[in-house]
């Protein structure tokens, strides 16, 4: 059993509703926390949304922040972790930790630049081989980011217990 509040997802102003509802049932599978952060391209009780999420909707911990302030705030002592195509570092040459908070920026843009520069040592990628496509689909990023990070903490913590 995954312990709840393990890790959190947080989307800033997400733009389609689809993808949010894919996220939410993840989260809800994986008892974490859903951020929304900023203003949703949509509203939350959209059918789509919630068709995305089945009806896993009334399971999922959803949360809202104006902004990335609101969310460091309500999260102190959390690491706040970026997800960029145009980061550097790899997601799989980062140290997950149980707390910390998965960020993925809207669809069309992503995370800002400025933002990802500020925090280098916590701007991850996810690689793509080919140079023709400029993004992942934002579900699918999360999905990954999300299992990676509880690959690694998990397997931590079942070698404390051994």
Known sequence: MIPLNTIHVALV?????PNTGNIARLCAA??????????????TDERSVKRAG???????DLRKEADL???KTRLDGSRMVYFSARADRLYTD????????????????????????ENVSNALKIPMISGNVRSLNLATSVG?????ALRQILARSANRTL
């Open 13 to 17: 102003n997400p733009e389609i509703h």
């Open 30 to 43: 994986n008892n974490i926390p859903l951020h929304l952060v900023g203003n949703p391209g949509f509203r």
């Open 54 to 60: 089945l009806d896993y909707w009334p399971f999922v």
């Open 69 to 71: 302030e609101e969310l």
């Open 94 to 117: 980062f140290e997950f930790l149980a707390g910390d908070c998965l960020v993925f920026g809207p669809e069309s843009k992503g995370l800002p630049e400025r933002l990802l520069s």
């Open 144 to 148: 990954i980011a999300v299992y990676e």
